[in-house]
């Protein structure tokens, strides 16, 4: 269960839990960018469902994110506020994918404690072909041409895509068949160019993912199509239940506050190139985040 409090999101007390979550973790945390934050976008705040995001690298921000539920223009917002650029390369590619589906996406975003506004997330409204993903208006010939390799991976069915407004990477998140082999493991992570996961990381892994299924990304660059990592997700583990995490990690899923009735605490591998790796970890805060992704069809552990 969730900690006792209000059940709607208060701004006021929001900054105050992002302030201690970055004084737990050692990360940088800015007052007025996430003021400004919840000033441009408070409705979505409100509305939605909120998380927290971390990695297990000392030093490295704190990133909370809100989940939309329903269809919702976050651009306009950050362009009148003066936090998006509109010429960031990326946004073409995010107004493509948004109109997808007779309008039935819905965009969330990113934020990073310390910088603000980060990254725009786009739910497609259900699992959705590949193809349809890929031959968007706008979709770069450099993200296209990994169609065949997605495919001859088995990874066809998307269900969330996003772009990165400062990395100006693109995201694509796939639904994975699972259960998750040693040799489906080499192959994701040479995607990124990198070693394939020890015996003891596959298994590991294979505890935690759910065995039919399991969510997969691939971060590209969107001018290239160059992929730099690719991240395997165990979303929603079993109360009390995590694997082996690092003591920043530990102490993020002690400290960071979760106020929804039932909790959402999931972890990521993820593999670069050249053999870097990263875990993060990912729990809820308010706005009942479990129950959406049962509506998004996810794929939990639990």
């Keep these: 269960m969730g900690s006792l ?3 709607t999101f208060s701004s006021r007390k929001f900054v105050d839990d ?3 979550v970055c004084e737990a973790v050692g990360a940088p945390f800015s007052e007025t960018n996430t003021r400004e934050v919840l000033d441009v976008y408070g409705p979505s705040f409100r509305r939605g469902a909120v998380l927290w995001r971390i990695t297990n690298r000392p030093g490295d921000a704190v990133n909370y994110r809100f989940y939309e539920t329903t269809s919702t223009d976050t651009i306009t917002p ?7 650029d ?6 073409a590619l995010l107004k493509s994918w948004s109109a997808l589906y007779e309008g039935s996406a819905e965009q969330s975003c990113d934020f990073d404690a310390e910088k603000g506004l980060a990254k725009a997330w786009v739910y497609l409204g259900g699992l959705r072909p590949l193809d349809d993903i890929l031959d968007a208006e706008n979709v770069p010939d450099s993200v296209r041409r990994h169609r065949q390799m997605f495919k001859d991976l088995d990874l066809t069915i998307v269900r969330h895509v996003a772009v990165d407004y400062h990395s100006h990477t693109v995201n694509l998140y796939f639904r994975a068949p699972g259960p998750l082999s040693a040799k489906q493991a080499a ?3 040479a995607l990124a160019g990198s070693p394939a996961p020890s015996a003891e990381e596959v298994e590991e892994m294979s505890r935690f993912l759910n065995p039919t299924g399991f969510t997969f990304s691939v971060t590209m660059a969107f001018s290239t199509g160059s992929i730099s990592r690719v991240a395997f997700y165990a979303l929603k583990l079993a109360p009390g239940t995590f694997p082996s995490l690092s003591q920043r990690l530990l102490t993020f899923f002690k400290e960071a506050p979760s106020y929804d009735e039932e909790e959402m605490n999931a972890i990521a591998w993820s593999f670069g190139s050249g053999g870097t790796k990263y875990i ?5 805060y308010c706005g009942e985040l479990v129950p959406l992704m049962r509506a998004w069809n996810s794929a939990m552990s639990s």
């Design 5 to 7: 409090a209000p059940k």
């Design 78 to 84: 950050a362009l009148e506020a003066g936090i998006l």
């Design 280 to 284: 993060k970890a990912e729990r809820s």
């Design 86 to 91: 509109a010429r960031n390369p990326v946004l």
């Design 187 to 189: 192959r994701y992570a």
């Design 18 to 20: 992002v302030r201690h």
